[in-house]
C-alpha cells in the first residue's frame, strides 16, 4: 500500500511533538503574562470572511449540506470576526492571543508547508505608537522565554515607499511596477527603473538607495522627505525600552505579501535559521471591513520555525 501524505504535510514524533508543547507554553504563558486572553476559532470559516479579511481562502470545502466553507488561511481575520461580533459592546483595548493551525497554498517541489502551526497575538484599539511597541515588547519577550537568543526583529514601514512615490509624483503605473519589485526584493530593477522616471538625481537616487536600508537606528536620523516619513518609526523604536530596541534592525526595505498592513512592519530573525520566524504588524483599517472600526496590530509565530531556530542555535553551541 502507498500511504502517502498530503506534500506539505507531515506527522510529528512524540520527542518532537514534546518540545512543540514546551515552546507553545512558554509563548502562550508570555502572552497570558502580558495581559491577552487566549482564544480558539474554528478551522473552517465562510470564504467571506477570509475575503474581508483581504486574503484568499487557499482550500475550500462543500459541506453536507452544500454550504461551501474555507480553512483559515491566518488568525487575523476569525480574531477580527470574533471581536466584531462577541465583542462587539465591550470596550477597547482587547488583547487576544492563540495558538492554532493555519493553512496555505504551497507551491509544487519547493518543501513549502501547507500546514502551520503559529501562535500570536492581537491588540485591537491601541494606536501607534504605544500598540505597536507593545506588540514588539511580547513578542521579543515571548522569543526569550521559549529559549531563542540570537534573534533580531526587523522593522520597516509598510506605508514609507509608497508615500515616497506620491511625495516624488511618481505616475500610478510606474508605482505599481515599483512597488511589485518592493515586495520581491529586486533591489536592481528599482534602482533601473528609479533612474529612468525623469526625477532629478537626489530623487532618483532616494528612490533607487531606500528599499535596500538596513542597519541600525541612526538610520532613523535621515532628514529631507525621507526625515518626515520616518517620524511614525522612530515613535515606535522610542518607545521600546533598551533590552527590546536593541534587538531591533531597521528596514526600510520591508514590504510583506498580506494584503491588510497599514503602517508598521516586523519580522523575526535567526542566525541559526535562513528564513524568518514570525512577523506582524498594524492593520488598522482591517476591523473597518468586520464592522468594528478599531486600530490594531498584531504578529504571529511559527512554531515549528521556532524550534529548528532553537535547536540550531543548541547545536551552535555544542559545537564550539
Given at each position: 500500500?502507498n500511504?502517502?501524505?498530503?506534500s506539505?504535510?507531515?506527522?510529528?514524533?512524540?520527542?518532537e511533538?514534546?518540545e512543540?508543547?514546551?515552546?507553545?507554553?512558554?509563548l502562550l504563558?508570555?502572552?497570558a503574562?502580558?495581559?491577552?486572553?487566549e482564544?480558539?476559532?474554528?478551522?473552517?470559516e465562510?470564504?467571506e470572511?477570509?475575503?474581508l479579511?483581504?486574503?484568499?481562502?487557499?482550500?475550500?470545502?462543500t459541506?453536507?449540506?452544500?454550504?461551501?466553507?474555507?480553512?483559515?488561511?491566518d488568525?487575523?481575520?476569525?480574531?477580527?470576526?470574533?471581536?466584531?461580533?462577541?465583542?462587539a459592546?465591550?470596550?477597547?483595548?482587547?488583547r487576544?492571543s492563540?495558538?492554532?493551525v493555519?493553512?496555505?497554498?504551497?507551491?509544487p517541489g519547493?518543501?513549502?508547508?501547507?500546514?502551520?502551526?503559529?501562535?500570536?497575538?492581537?491588540l485591537?484599539?491601541?494606536?501607534?505608537?504605544?500598540?505597536?511597541?507593545?506588540?514588539?515588547?511580547?513578542?521579543?519577550?515571548?522569543?526569550e522565554?521559549?529559549?531563542?537568543?540570537?534573534?533580531?526583529?526587523g522593522?520597516?514601514?509598510?506605508?514609507?515607499?509608497?508615500?515616497?512615490?506620491?511625495?516624488?509624483?511618481?505616475?500610478?503605473e510606474?508605482?505599481?511596477?515599483?512597488l511589485d519589485a518592493?515586495e520581491?526584493?529586486?533591489?536592481v530593477?528599482?534602482a533601473?527603473r528609479?533612474?529612468?522616471l525623469?526625477l532629478?538625481?537626489?530623487?532618483?537616487?532616494?528612490?533607487?538607495d531606500?528599499?535596500?536600508?538596513?542597519?541600525?537606528?541612526?538610520?532613523?536620523?535621515?532628514d529631507?522627505?525621507?526625515?518626515?516619513?520616518?517620524?511614525?518609526?522612530r515613535?515606535?523604536?522610542g518607545?521600546l525600552?533598551?533590552?527590546?530596541a536593541?534587538?531591533?534592525?531597521?528596514?526600510l526595505?520591508?514590504?510583506?505579501?498580506?494584503g491588510y498592513?497599514?503602517?508598521?512592519?516586523?519580522?523575526?530573525?535567526d542566525?541559526?535559521?535562513?528564513?524568518?520566524?514570525?512577523?506582524?504588524?498594524?492593520?488598522?483599517?482591517l476591523?473597518?471591513?468586520?464592522?468594528?472600526?478599531?486600530?490594531?496590530?498584531?504578529?504571529?509565530?511559527?512554531?515549528?520555525?521556532?524550534?529548528?531556530?532553537?535547536?540550531?542555535?543548541?547545536?551552535?553551541?555544542?559545537?564550539r
Amino acid at each position: 500500500m502507498n500511504l502517502r501524505l498530503p506534500s506539505g504535510t507531515r506527522d510529528v514524533l512524540p520527542e518532537e511533538m514534546a518540545e512543540r508543547r514546551r515552546i507553545e507554553r512558554a509563548l502562550l504563558d508570555t502572552f497570558a503574562a502580558a495581559g491577552y486572553g487566549e482564544v480558539s476559532t474554528p478551522e473552517l470559516e465562510y470564504p467571506e470572511t477570509m475575503e474581508l479579511g483581504r486574503l484568499t481562502a487557499p482550500y475550500r470545502v462543500t459541506s453536507d449540506s452544500g454550504e461551501e466553507l474555507a480553512l483559515r488561511a491566518d488568525m487575523t481575520g476569525p480574531i477580527a470576526r470574533l471581536a466584531a461580533t462577541r465583542y462587539a459592546d465591550v470596550a477597547p483595548p482587547l488583547r487576544f492571543s492563540y495558538s492554532a493551525v493555519v493553512h496555505r497554498s504551497v507551491s509544487p517541489g519547493k518543501g513549502e508547508a501547507r500546514e502551520l502551526l503559529q501562535a500570536g497575538i492581537e491588540l485591537l484599539g491601541v494606536p501607534s505608537p504605544e500598540g505597536t511597541a507593545e506588540a514588539i515588547t511580547v513578542l521579543s519577550h515571548a522569543l526569550e522565554a521559549a529559549g531563542l537568543a540570537g534573534f533580531s526583529i526587523g522593522v520597516g514601514d509598510i506605508a514609507l515607499y509608497p508615500s515616497l512615490l506620491d511625495d516624488l509624483g511618481v505616475a500610478a503605473e510606474e508605482q505599481a511596477f515599483l512597488l511589485d519589485a518592493l515586495e520581491g526584493r529586486d533591489f536592481v530593477a528599482i534602482a533601473e527603473r528609479a533612474g529612468s522616471l525623469g526625477l532629478d538625481a537626489e530623487s532618483a537616487s532616494l528612490l533607487g538607495d531606500v528599499p535596500a536600508m538596513r542597519g541600525d537606528a541612526s538610520l532613523l536620523e535621515a532628514d529631507g522627505v525621507l526625515g518626515e516619513r520616518l517620524a511614525g518609526l522612530r515613535s515606535v523604536v522610542g518607545a521600546l525600552d533598551s533590552r527590546v530596541a536593541d534587538r531591533v534592525i531597521i528596514d526600510l526595505g520591508r514590504f510583506p505579501r498580506m494584503g491588510y498592513y497599514t503602517g508598521a512592519v516586523f519580522e523575526v530573525y535567526d542566525p541559526a535559521l535562513g528564513e524568518p520566524i514570525g512577523s506582524g504588524g498594524r492593520y488598522d483599517e482591517l476591523l473597518t471591513r468586520f464592522g468594528r472600526p478599531l486600530e490594531a496590530v498584531g504578529f504571529a509565530v511559527d512554531v515549528d520555525r521556532l524550534h529548528a531556530a532553537i535547536a540550531g542555535e543548541e547545536l551552535g553551541e555544542t559545537g564550539r
